[in-house]
């Protein structure tokens, strides 16, 4: 009798350790007590292998899902029907009293529609059946087997599994009315046919491309311009995009205009930020520095001061830290120093003092004179500790183009030393070198200037100076805002971080 159940498909539950196999019965050994399934599904996940044997103790749960026949077979889909919450065959597997029949609950429902017992009429409906019984395929056993072989199944199998422990002891109790309609819901999510599900893969690429975004958003931004739904700013504006150094949150609004002069002034700067920055006369200028000398700002401070920032600027001109590193040794750049016998002379000294500590090559010009200025001979005593070079005529300047010229020749009163001939010849010698020239202080535009420079650094605040000047720098000299006050100026700092800041001209 163990070969009726040749062809049938079978679920077969081995405990947890094991799991779960769903297969074609293709033999069964009573002597062995051993069963073979081939074609098996385990989890719901098909075999590499084409056919598995089990044993008789191996087997927790032994589940009939198709039983074949002659004719149009009748599917017994209790494991699936049960889980699913449709009302099915029942198909509980157990050897009867002769051996060849088997106990199955009676069929509640088919693929044909049926009246639904009322819950007294189904108790005890127990009969017997026969193996060779024919058993007509439902609708839905069709689709059992479709999950079955389908990788969707391994999804489904774990809540199926947990339901059919007790599909066989549970006795219907919903009533004909709920029933009917979860059966109408079953077969509209599980009623399309076998045939019509597509062999191909769903094309995700050609899907998306089909997407115009572009179209979308210009939708939506239409729609939220309309009804004023935006969720930042009106509708009519866009919201502010602000860079990594910008403020969001701005306090109070800012005052461009800080520094405000006692008489008008003939020319106005504005730095990099937008504040403005007027120039004075030279009265006002040389007044702020003597009251400041007065309380304490001495001239030797406010040298030193002048050389540190002119010799800032002059290494950043050079190429700062990409000319001036230990790798570049062989381009160790070079600076030619005109100075003059004044206290603008004396100022670009300092200023080659801290070029030369710096590893720059000075060559500092300064004509003879039999009676030099103190803060002069200061300067020179100090120099001539460093590895710079004086000279005292044009001779001895490089034939060559230097890398940059600091002009310190002239000054605001002296205005004969322009007649001299080591003035006029030096003019020349600058002028011919083709090399850029930076002018530390140099005087205001009503003076004609001999040599034309590129750039020109202004002291504490800035002289009406002209074309001829080039770009204009501000270097902070620390002279103390109170001082400012004092001689009628009020001031706020326009440097900020930085003590040499350059200006434009409004």
Same mark, same amino acid.
């Given at each position: ?119 007294? =009429? ?22 059992? @087997? ?125 730095? =990099? ?91 500092? /010009? ?16 100090? /120099? ?18 230097? =890398? ?8 605001? @009163? ?93």
């Amino acid at each position: 009798m163990a070969t009726d159940w040749l062809g049938s498909i079978v679920s077969i539950n081995c405990g947890e350790s094991l799991g779960v196999y769903q297969g074609r019965v293709s033999a069964v050994d009573q002597v062995s007590q051993t069963i073979s399934l081939t074609r098996p599904f385990h989890n719901g996940v098909k075999c590499l292998v084409p056919e598995v044997t089990f044993r008789a103790g191996d087997i927790t749960e032994l589940k009939i899902l198709e039983i074949p026949g002659p004719g149009d077979s009748r599917g017994c889909g209790d494991l699936r029907q049960a889980e699913m919450g449709i009302p099915g065959v029942g198909c509980q597997v157990g050897p009867s009293q002769n051996g060849t029949g088997k106990v199955l609950k009676k069929p509640i429902s088919s693929s044909a529609p049926q009246n639904i017992p009322r819950r007294t =009429d189904m108790k005890n409906q127990d009969i017997i059946i026969s193996p060779q019984q024919q058993c007509s395929k439902s609708y839905m056993d069709r689709h059992v @087997e479709m999950l079955t072989q389908s990788k969707g199944f391994r999804r489904r199998h774990n809540s199926w599994s947990s339901s059919s422990r007790h599909s066989n002891q549970v006795t219907p109790k919903k009533s004909g009315l709920k029933n009917g309609q979860m059966k109408s819901k079953d077969d509209e999510c599980f009623g399309d046919d076998i045939d019509e599900i597509p062999d191909t893969d769903f094309d995700f690429e050609g899907n998306l491309a089909l997407f115009d975004k572009a179209a979308v958003f210009e939708e939506i931004e239409t729609y939220e311009r309309r009804s004023g739904t935006r969720s930042r700013g009106t509708p009519n504006e866009k919201p502010a995009r602000y860079r990594h150094d910008e403020n969001i949150l701005e306090s109070e609004p800012i005052v461009y205009r800080r520094i405000v002069v006692p008489q008008n002034a003939n020319k106005e700067f504005c730095t =990099d930020s937008g504040l403005v920055v007027p120039s004075v006369s030279y009265e006002l200028h040389k007044k702020l520095l003597s009251v400041a000398e007065k309380h304490g700002l001495t001239l030797e401070r406010r040298l030193e001061m002048t050389g540190v920032c002119a010799s800032q600027m002059a290494l950043s001109l050079l190429g700062g830290p990409n000319r001036l590193n230990p790798k570049n040794v062989h381009q160790r750049p070079t600076v030619a120093l005109l100075c003059g016998p004044h206290v603008k002379g004396a100022q670009g000294i300092s200023c080659g003092r801290h070029l030369s500590n710096h590893d720059v090559h000075v060559i500092l /010009f300064l004509p003879n004179f039999v009676k030099m200025l103190e803060s002069i001979t200061n300067e020179l005593n100090l /120099f001539s500790k460093t590895q710079g070079q004086q000279v005292s005529s044009v001779k001895d300047l490089p034939d060559t183009p230097v =890398d940059l010229v600091i002009n310190c020749l002239d000054c605001h @009163e002296n205005a004969f030393l322009r007649d001299q001939p080591w003035y006029k010849a030096v003019v020349d010698w600058a002028n011919q070198n083709r090399a850029p020239v930076l002018s530390i202080d140099p005087p205001i535009n009503e003076l004609e200037q001999g040599i034309d420079a590129k750039w020109s650094l202004a002291l504490g605040l800035p002289l009406p100076l002209g074309e001829r000047a080039g770009r204009v720098y501000l270097c902070d000299i620390g002279i103390p805002q109170k001082v400012f006050q004092e001689v009628g100026i009020n001031y706020h700092s326009p440097f900020g971080c930085k003590f040499v800041i350059p200006l434009h001209s409004t």
